[in-house]
């Protein structure tokens, strides 16, 4: 998923760095539902970014309250207070089948798939 984005992120002099623990242990998930959400932080950030250089920084590592915690975190300007909340709000579903760069259930996936914002 990196590699796809890759190119896009470097049009806009995006660097994308990972932190991954190589130790994590399995887990088990919707593949697709991970990934469309991901993208879609990984789209946002990318976005949030492409007026001015910047890093997107993938990070995977245990915590105590959860197995496993994965963040995307993003050197643009953040989210207007109140934006949050109506992100995670979004659950429709895509009407049509949709591509899987298509990620706009994405919020409410996050969501129902215990995501936060933040700040970092
Ligand atoms: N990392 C971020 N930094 C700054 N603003 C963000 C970030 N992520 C989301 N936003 C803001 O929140 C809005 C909603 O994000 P969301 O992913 O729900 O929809 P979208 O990216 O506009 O469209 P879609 O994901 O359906 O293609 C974005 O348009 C953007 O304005
Ligand atoms: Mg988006």
């Known amino acids: 998923m990196?590699?796809?984005?890759?190119?896009?992120?470097n049009r806009s002099s995006i660097s994308i760095?990972?932190?991954l623990d190589p130790e994590?242990?399995?887990?088990?998930?919707?593949?697709v539902q991970l990934q469309q959400v991901l993208m879609n932080l990984m789209l946002n950030?990318?976005?949030?970014?492409k007026d001015a250089s910047g890093e997107l920084t993938i990070t995977s590592k245990r915590t105590e309250d959860g197995p496993v915690l994965i963040?995307?975190?993003?050197?643009g300007m953040g989210l207007?207070?109140?934006e949050v909340e109506r992100i995670l709000r979004r659950?429709?579903?895509?009407?049509?089948?949709?591509?899987?760069?298509?990620c706009r259930s994405?919020?409410?996936?996050?969501?129902?798939?215990?995501?936060?914002?933040?700040?970092?």
Not at 2 to 9: F, H, V
Not at 45 to 49: D, F, K, T, V
Not at 71 to 75: A, G, N, P, Q, T
Not at 91 to 102: I, L
């Open 80 to 82: 207007p207070v109140g």
């Open 71 to 75: 963040s995307v975190r993003d050197s």
């Open 24 to 31: 994590l242990p399995l887990i088990t998930a919707d593949r």
């Open 45 to 49: 950030g990318i976005e949030a970014m």
């Open 2 to 9: 990196i590699g796809l984005l890759r190119d896009k992120a």
């Open 17 to 19: 760095r990972t932190e």
């Open 106 to 120: 994405a919020g409410g996936l996050s969501s129902r798939m215990g995501a936060a914002y933040g700040p970092h």
């Open 91 to 102: 659950s429709s579903p895509p009407k049509r089948r949709a591509p899987a760069w298509d």
